[in-house]
Every structure is written in structure tokens, then in C-alpha cells.
């Protein structure tokens, strides 16, 4: 019982399924995440601007606490992590909490600039159903997260890798529509190595095949893919006006929780609002923050979707 917490930021962090006794688990680590929270983790909800540990959620776990103690070991070493895992001292605390939160912050740009660079590479060299991204300066310990990024913008299977002096490490990301790890499979002769499952995957290959390996990969992408709509779907649980949206309600949602990996949390979709106010917010304008109408007022954020700021319909 004293690691449940650690069991609960694990099975969040590494996206493990929250479904039977992974989620019974995840749910008692996280009320004792709530209640008696080891020091390390509590002062990097500090440095994380975490406002009140006491109703952390999953997804806290996975969006804010997850990242930073991942960023040790993707760009220096993970014992950073583990040092700030074991600390007892605040005084000891804090200091190693606040160098992971810098340590992220030095990850998100460098993810940033990696994905401007590979979204150039494809954009010059574009493959129609496969984004293929591979260069010396790429960092190992972030290409796993700049193919995420490519998948999403693209909605297309990538892989992204870091060229050295004989071999290429790259990850892989992919779509429903298609298995990457079988793609894998089919070419394995040209690999060193290789593993993963359906939308994610890794592999090693000798530079020599890297031409053949991307024109094979191409090739398999186009036969599978070539026939269908490549579009992203939204998921929605329930339409419900606005004006149902009650606070009650958010009593019967929070029964749900943990939410997660193959556990969704609810959605629900609302047509027909009013927008009487909209302007991009975050870096660079990527966020779009709005408030909309429906006989009554909510004000929203529509991550990643700050381009719409200045040409949005007035009915959404």
C-alpha cells in the first residue's frame, strides 16, 4: 500500500490500460495522492503550478506530473527523477522538483523545433500516407514525441529517427487505420531490430538501408491507405444542450474517474452555440479561448485550434 502512488503515476504515465484491477489501483494511488503525498511529488506539483494536489485526477498525472518526470531521462538522466522520487527533505525536494520542470521546459522546445524541422523535411519530400522524417541533429530522447506531434497534424502513420555514424534509431506513430508494427514486420529483413504494437513502434536500421526501408514503407502505407478517408473522428458520448449542463452534474462524471487509457473520460458535443467573443491565447497563438451562447454563457478553450481565431462561423 505505501507505493500505490507510485503504481497509480506509472499506469497513467506509461499509458497503460485503466480498465479492472489497473484502474482499482490507480484510483487508491491517486486518494493517496490526495491525502499523503510523498514529498518529491508534491513539490513538483508545486513547480508545476498544480493549485491543489488534494483533487489531482489522472489526467494531471498524465499531462503535468507524467511529462516531468519523463523529461529526465529523455534529455540527460532519469536519476534526477528517481533522486526527486526518494526525497524526504523538502529543502531537497524543491530544488530537484524545479530542475525537472526546467528540464520539460527544455524538452518542449526542443520537440518544438524538432517538429518544425521534420514538418519541413515531409512537406519537401511529402509522401501522400506517410510522413517519413529522419536527420543527424534529431535527439533520440524526443523522436518518439515529434511523431505523436506529426501524426496528429498530418493524420498520417511517421516515423521520425536519429541518424548516427552506422545505424538510425526512430520511432514510429501511427493511426487506426494502420498497423505499424506489422508494416515492421513486413520489412524486417532491412532491419537490425524492431518491436511495438498497433500505433506505436521502434526500430534500428543500417544507414545503407535507410532509402530502401522508406521506399518500402511508403509502398505498404499507399496499398493499405490508399482507399480510404484519412480524417481524425471525434468521439462523442451524448448531444446535450448548454442549458443541461448543470454543476450536478459534474458529481456523476467525477464518479467515473480515473479516466484514461482505453477508459475515456465523457464527452459531450453542443451545435448551434453563439460565439459572442474568440482570441488566440498560449505560444504563438496556438490556443483559441472563446466564450459561447446558448441561452446561457460558458467560456471555452479549444486547444490547438488558435488558427480559427480571426475567420471562425458565428454558429459553431
Known sequence: EDWLDLV???TVADLVPLQDENRAMV???LRQLRVHPRQGLASLAGAARMENI???TSRDIGFMIGPRLNAAGRLESALAAYNLLMAQDPAEAGPLALKLDDTNRERQKMTHDMQLQAAAMAEGECCEHLVFAVNPDFNMGVVGLVAAKLTESYYRPAVVGAIGEEETRASCRSIPEFHITQALDEVAPLLVRH???????GFTVRNENLPE???RLEEIAARQLSDQVLRPQLRA???ISLRDLKPEILKDIDQLEPTGQTNPEVHFVSRGLRVTRSRAIGAEGAHLRLTVWDGVTFDAVA????????HLPPLV
Open 8 to 10: 497509480a503515476v506509472g
Open 27 to 29: 484510483r487508491a494511488g
Open 54 to 56: 488534494s483533487v489531482l
Open 195 to 201: 518491436g511495438g504494437h498497433a500505433m506505436a513502434a
Open 213 to 215: 526501408l522508406r521506399r
Open 237 to 239: 458520448d451524448l448531444e
Open 303 to 310: 486547444f490547438r485550434q488558435g488558427h480559427w481565431a480571426d
